[in-house]
């Protein structure tokens, strides 16, 4: 018997085929069109199809999502909060599945991708907790009788656009604070990882959000992100991705006067002081650059060493490098993934044949010679030295395992070579010295920063973001991220049954 699943169907001979999820039903495309999501550790290995959405079908999860708004926004938010913490146990109940989903669709080894969906669980009892907090302010008034205060207020309904590379967490840092304020969401996960983001939505309607308050469209960003970036109908958008696709969705919603949250691109950089713990630097610096196979916003890029250091610092990123295992992130002897696919692997490639004429080659810088590896879109971890803090090694992002060692002497150059950068997500620095850790926190010009760690691992009560071309000054996660949601209302009662001005008859005549 072919295996029926809620969003989707298969016979034993083809893929499954899954839909989009609109008004509470699983639903095809008007275009009748799909499209494929593969294993980038085995291209053979054909995950699903999907449907390749239209401007039709954003047209009809907005009306879906407008229709729910009227009921879910007047829903008590600590009820809506109660929905979100149901989410949030099927999430803990479902994380190996997913995780292992997850693994396959994008890659991630699979302790990376159970950190992802524990990222959603964390974000959605977070939020669930925001629906009996989401405090206002009550203020007294400057005139008698006379009652003043300020409430939050959903914006109405939220585009929701992701990428692929943290496809579970992601998705829920933005649509658990849109849901739990009042809102209602449009949601387009990026065609790298479909099939994560319908398991995420089916676990999220089995917990009991009302039809039309989430709503799924697969699709292309040309096809699906434009119609939702467009549509006069979603006041505000909430967009991780790369800084250029940022820039364009910024100039169309910037016409149309929308809300825009935006978490862009990355050159994170760990600074290594004369005085720093050498080997928690290189472990820092490993799981940073080579986690999620250099494909994390906040992956360090770039190593800012100090010269005392360089050379035993070098050597031991080099012997630990050419240790990590390549392979199927669902192996558990796999350190290294693959890349996501095979354009990505391209752009690293393109990255590395420049590193080669301005930079010297530490390690790396190929594929990888094993022969089942050839099946997926592997790469070789690499190392470049001698970087310069204005090549192109260290100012473009590359998104994948290839890591730019840059020498300076002393932190004041150390923090100018860091903050070189157009970007600013995510800093650290590795020394023993307090004095000098504090001038860090202070100097570095990125959104997060941290000292003694490499500069992965955020934590979701905080706020999660970055300056400069890494975003437009909204913050995700933390309390934070409800202001993206919300609206301040401003409310005055006057109990004093006569007419009083305010700014004038408080003042003497
Ligand atoms: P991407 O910009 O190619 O795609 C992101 C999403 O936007 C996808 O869903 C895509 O389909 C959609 N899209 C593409 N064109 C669009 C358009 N014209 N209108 C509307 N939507 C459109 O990015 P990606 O390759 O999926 O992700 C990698 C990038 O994301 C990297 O630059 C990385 O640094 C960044 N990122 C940033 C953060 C952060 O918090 N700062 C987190 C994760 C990833």
């Known amino acids: 018997m072919p295996r029926m699943a809620p969003s989707g169907e298969r016979t034993d001979a083809t893929p499954p085929t899954f839909r989009h999820f609109i008004a509470g039903e699983w639903a095809d495309s008007t275009s009748g069109g799909t499209f494929e999501s593969r294993n980038p550790a085995d291209l053979s290995d054909v995950i699903g199809r999907f449907q390749g959405g239209t401007a039709a079908d954003v047209a009809r999860a907005v009306r879906a999502a407008d229709v729910a708004g009227g009921l879910w926004r007047r829903t008590p938010a600590p009820k809506r909060g109660e929905i ?298 690499t190392i470049f030295a001698g970087v310069a803090p204005m090549d192109r090694l260290a100012q473009e992002e590359i998104f994948g395992p290839v890591l730019s060692v840059i020498a300076v002497d002393g932190y004041q150059e150390a923090a100018i070579a860091l903050n070189q950068t157009r970007y600013g997500l995510s800093s650290s620095i590795y020394t023993r010295d307090a004095n000098t850790a504090f001038r860090a926190m202070r100097d570095f010009e990125t959104g997060i920063v941290y000292v003694n760690a490499g500069t992965i691992g955020a934590e979701t009560h905080l706020p999660f973001g970055g300056v400069k071309a890494t975003g437009n000054g909204h913050r995700e996660a933390g309390h934070a991220a409800l202001d993206t949601f919300t609206e301040w209302k401003s409310i005055y009662v006057d109990f004093s049954g006569r007419l009083q001005r305010a700014q004038i008859d408080n003042q003497p005549a």
């Open 84 to 381: 979100l913490y149901a989410f949030g146990a099927l999430l803990a109940q479902h994380k190996e599945r997913l995780a292992r989903a997850m693994t396959r669709e994008m890659g991630k080894v699979l302790a990376e991708s159970r950190g992802d969906v524990q990222e959603g669980i964390d974000i959605a009892f977070l939020m669930a907790g925001e629906g009996r907090r989401m405090f206002g302010d009550t203020t007294p008034s400057e005139l008698p009788d006379k009652w003043a205060m300020s409430v939050r207020v959903p914006i109405g309904i939220a585009g929701i656009v992701t990428p692929w590379n943290f496809p579970i967490a992601i998705p829920c840092w933005k649509m658990m604070p849109a849901l739990v304020t009042g809102n209602t969401v449009v949601f387009k996960p990026s065609s790298d990882t479909p099939h994560c983001a319908t398991l995420l939505v089916e676990l999220m309607a089995e917990a009991g959000f009302p039809p039309g308050t989430v709503n799924l469209v697969t699709g292309s960003g040309a096809d699906v992100g434009d119609a939702i970036v467009d549509n006069p109908d979603v006041p505000v958008v909430s967009f991780t991705g790369n800084t250029e696709t940022g820039r364009r969705i910024a100039e169309r919603t910037a016409r149309r006067l929308k809300r825009l949250s935006m978490e862009l691109g990355g050159k994170n950089g760990i600074v290594v002081l004369a005085d720093a713990d050498l080997d928690l630097a290189v472990d820092g610096i490993l799981w940073s650059a080579f986690g999620t196979t250099g494909q994390r916003c906040t992956a360090c890029s770039r190593v800012i060493a100090d010269r005392p250091v360089l050379e035993p610092l070098l050597e031991r990123l080099e012997r630990r490098t050419r240790a990590l295992r390549l392979g199927d992130g669902l192996d558990p002897a796999t350190d290294v993934g693959p890349l996501v696919n095979i354009p990505a692997r391209e752009k690293v490639e393109g990255h590395v044949e420049v590193g080669r004429r301005d930079a010297e080659l530490v390690t790396g810088g190929r594929l990888p010679a094993t022969a089942s590896l050839g099946r997926g879109v592997f790469y070789e971890p």
